[in-house]
Structure formats: C-alpha cells, structure tokens
C-alpha cells in the first residue's frame, strides 16, 4: 500500500522527546535512498551504500536536526530563531522558520558559503548578516544572542537538533536490516557523527519510551569513521585550529562544538576521525558524480574521499558493509564539477543547429 513519508519526527516520535500533543513543524524530511555504490564496492570488496543526505527538503541533512529545532522553539513560545552556519544550517533554518511562521537570523562567515545556500536563506526570508570572521566566531556571537536576547538558538548545541539527526542512523538500520560494520561520515561541527552514534547506539538496546520498552532493532553498532578537511581537522591535531582553510567550506570548522560527544563516538566504537586533503576531498566529489551517478557537494566528499584513501592504504577490510553519509546535494555548490583537473574550466562544444555535425562531433556512424 502506497504510504508517503510523513517527515522524521512522525515516523520515529516514540524515540524523540515529543508527545502527541507536540504541534510538529515538518517539510516531509529524511526518507532519503541508501544507494548502493556500485564502483566503492568494487574497489574495496565490501557492499558499500550512500546515505543521499541531499535528498532533504533543503538539499541537505540539516533538515532531519531543523524539524526538531523548530518544532522546540514554537513549543517554547518562541518569536525568533537564530544560527550560525557555513551555509548548510542556514538555509535550513531559514526554511523551516518560515514553515514555522518565525522570523529567522543567520550568522554566516564573509565570502565563505556557496551561492546555493546563500540564495536558499534570501529566498525563504532569513535576515542574513554576514559577520568579518569565520564561522566558530558567527557560532559564539549566536550563542551569546541566544542567552542575553530574546531568539532561540537553533544550532547542534541545541540538542533538539541532534536528537533530530540521530533518525539518519534509525534509517540505515531499518534499510539494512542490521547495523553496518563502518559508517563513514564528513565532520565539521561534530553534530552529525555525534547523533549517528546516539542513533545507533539506542537503535541496538532496548529503549524506554513513555509507553513502554521498545526491543532492541539492531544487533550490533558500527564502527564510526569521520574525516575531516586537512586544513580544518582540529580533532586530528586535537586541539582547536583558530584559521581554518579548505575548499569545503560546509566544513570549515576550526572549534566543533560537539567536541566531548564526537570523541566519544569515536572512542566508544573502536573507529577513527581523520583527515583528506582538499585534493582527495574533489577527486571523490568526481569519483561520486562520475562513477557512482550521485552529486553532492565538496564537503559531502570527505567520507568518500576518507574511504579511498583508508582503501589505498589497505585498511578497508573486504566482505563487510560500509555506509557513507553524503551530506548535501551537489547543486549547492555546483561550480566545483565545471572544475578540471588542471584547475581549468570545462566549456561545453558549441555546434550549429544541423544533426549531422552533431552526430559527426559525437563520433556516431548512419546505420
Ligand atoms: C554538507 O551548516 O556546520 O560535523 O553551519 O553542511 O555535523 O557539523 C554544516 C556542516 C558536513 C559537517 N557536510 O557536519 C553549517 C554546518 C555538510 C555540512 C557537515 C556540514 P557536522
């Protein structure tokens, strides 16, 4: 029987911290495909799937934490939410404030965020302020307008918002039947590597709800790898970067507020957090458009780019089942695909308007 996706919040409430009387601001997201990759199978000789994140409302997995978030801050009496955001965040916020019927303000790092996601918070009516700082400086100034004034702060330090992503882990295991041995994700903020392990730790428990005790779904935990943008990689240095640097601007993140929780995920599940360099990061951004036919944005491609690189190495073991989270559509950020591998742009063959220049430019015969 047909059923239609009725967003994350409706389909997990028994997991999340809302009741039937809880007025659910939704724009229809999470659901989104675990696509088998056929060609990272191949390399490395375990079944390798993607978590296409940018098939959300806004285009990426901002939306799965923004539901909750909002949905807190009308139960809250709420008039305004505010972010920080490297551009992600933002357009989020922005959408589902207007779902919401708040006004909504954005914090985001001068000349650093990708025109999609700048157009996205114009479109839905943000006040954007683009701050001279980079994005943890954006994320202090919201934090302190979150407590010294009268706007909620919409953020992963909010943990609605994390209690919102962990669904993301609930939707592999219900996908997979099982929990997989690794999954692989980008890291920035440290709010998504954060709530899969939430997720997919509650997910191989039983778990207390207000009617009763939930069984156990999963079997096991997976082992969680993060990787990080080599210019931005505090949690490989281990301590904050206060100038960070990297093309994937979704992850220029120097000072992850998530810092205790995503050492914990890593810890706690035997897994790793390291880093690709820009350079890794666009040759898997080509590798998934041009291999795997899925598009996503620079940012998105450092867990791919991790796994190659863990691959080339010889530490990806074979016959086991790996899921990478692709974070945001390519469409965000789309200049980077017009990008050759010499640092030229690609321009497209022009030709007259005659079918036989045209078959004779694509090297096809009459039959
Ligand atoms: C595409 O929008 O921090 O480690 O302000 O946009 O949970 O922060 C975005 C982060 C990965 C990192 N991929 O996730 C923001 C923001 C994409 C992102 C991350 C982001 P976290």
Redesign the pocket.
Known sequence: MAHQWRGVIREYADRLPVTEATKVITLGEGGTPLVHARKLSELTGSEVYLKVEGMNPTG???DRGMTMAMTAAVEAGAKAVV????????ASAAAYATAAGLKCAVLVPEGKISMGKLSQAIAHGATLLQVDGN?DNCLDIARKLGEAYPVFLVN?VNPARIQGQKTGAFEVVDSLGDAPDIHVL????????SAYWKGYKEYSAPFETANGTLPAVSTKTPIMWGFQAAGAAPFVAGHPITEPDTIAT??R?GN?A?WDTAVAARDESGGLIEAVTDDEILAAHRWLSAKEGVFV?P??AAGVAGLIKKHAAGEVPSGKTIVITV??HGLKDPQWALRTEDGSDVQPVKVPNDVVTVAAELGLEEN
């Open positions: 990426s997995f901002k972010c920080a955001s490297t551009g992600n965040t933002s994005f992963s980008p890291v920035g903020n440290a709010g998504n590597i979704a992850i993140i992850p998530s944005e940012g998105s974070t945001g």
